[in-house]
């Protein structure tokens, strides 16, 4: 299977998406709000809670959504933090 390329400017809107998330989350308060709202949503817990067997499905899917947002967070300020180090790529690719 052939996957197209993607466009270009979706690109950049992407890496302009994670270069703002970077700006404002990836400070020392930032990193700590983050921290805390994990902590807040129980983001650290398995996904099922209770008795095996008695397990409530609903919050199962709650605590499976907030986990999502909270690696799609991280995992962008990753990319973000990558596309920022000084590379031939980046150097030609940031449009700052």
Do not use: W
Not at 24 to 51: I, Y
């Amino acid at each position: 299977m052939i996957i197209p390329a993607p466009q270009p400017q979706a690109v950049e809107k992407a890496r302009a998406e994670r270069r703002r998330l970077l700006s404002v989350l990836g400070s020392p308060d930032g990193q700590q709000l983050l921290a805390d709202l994990e902590l807040r949503f129980e983001t650290h817990l398995p996904v099922f809670q209770g008795k095996p067997g008695a397990y409530d499905p609903l919050d199962a899917m709650r605590r499976d959504a907030h986990r999502e947002v909270f690696l799609v967070i991280r995992h962008q300020l990753e990319l973000a933090r990558k596309e920022s180090l000084p590379t031939e790529y980046n150097t030609i690719h940031n449009h700052e």
